[in-house]
């Protein structure tokens, strides 16, 4: 990457770096589309059913210019389909779809921990309009060659913040899911993400009492260690 700026230091250089790194590999294996995520998420054990649920809305979200052909699931036409995140702010014009996976309580947990309302059994999938933490995102091969050149062009910021300012500035093409699908899991005992302390986005805690993942019905992290369907959702 290119010059320097105080809003990096090396850790977030490192960080950065991982991306750079996947990103090229995925345009050195030619993988039509991949996904990103940290190695610390967790996801609904009904992931699958969850992302074909919303494969039509995000075909819907951003069509290609001229009509779009392309018959895979989740279409091509965008650069970062953000499906682990901590909050957005929900497009006008968002659409979305009946899930029994999602939020039973009408409440969504943000990540300092308040509490919006949202529809409950709903998501939404909707043009990203200010997403923040990158647990997961997904990439065509054609936007990872170009986000290689963006970041060798040079950085301003922390990875979740630039992603999110070539987002809004239209640099990049970006559809959010929101609640996400994937979100940071946090186990008994931990202080905070590794990643989330690296980008200076989340100070320190206490220690974690219990095992939890926020915005997730039935975590398969807990409910591998449960043998069965569990939720350790997050319970303030």
């Not at 709903?122 to 065509?140: D, L």
């Not at 805690?205 to 449960?226: G, L």
Request: include cysteine; hydrophobic fraction near 35%; glycine fraction near 8%.
């Amino acid at each position: 990457m290119k010059g320097s700026t105080p809003n990096i230091g090396i850790g977030q250089t490192q960080c950065w770096l991982g991306h750079l790194n996947v990103l090229q590999e995925i345009v050195h294996r030619s993988f039509a589309t991949a996904l990103v995520f940290e190695d610390d998420v967790d996801w609904d054990v009904d992931i699958k059913y969850e992302l074909a649920l919303v494969s039509p809305l995000i075909r819907q979200v951003w069509s290609c210019d001229g009509g779009d052909d392309d018959k895979t699931l989740f279409g091509s036409c965008w650069d970062i389909l953000w499906l682990g995140h901590c909050g957005d702010i929900i497009a006008s014009d968002a659409l979305s779809v009946w899930d029994y996976t999602s939020l039973p309580s009408g409440f969504y947990q943000e990540n300092d921990d308040q509490l919006t309302p949202f529809p409950a059994r709903t998501r939404m999938v909707h043009v990203s309009q200010g997403p923040i933490c990158t647990y997961a995102y997904a990439v065509t091969n054609k936007s990872a060659a170009k986000l290689v050149q963006m970041v060798g062009d040079g950085v301003d910021e922390t990875t979740s913040t630039q992603f999110r300012l070539w987002c809004q500035n239209g640099r990049l093409r970006c559809i959010t899911v929101s609640p996400e699908l994937f979100h940071h899991h946090k186990s008994k005992g931990q202080l905070s993400s590794n990643i989330a302390l690296v980008e200076g986005w989340e100070m320190a805690e206490v220690p974690i009492e219990t095992d939890f993942t926020k915005n997730i019905r039935y975590s398969s992290r807990c409910s591998s260690r449960a043998g069965r369907d569990a939720s350790c959702e997050d319970s303030t």
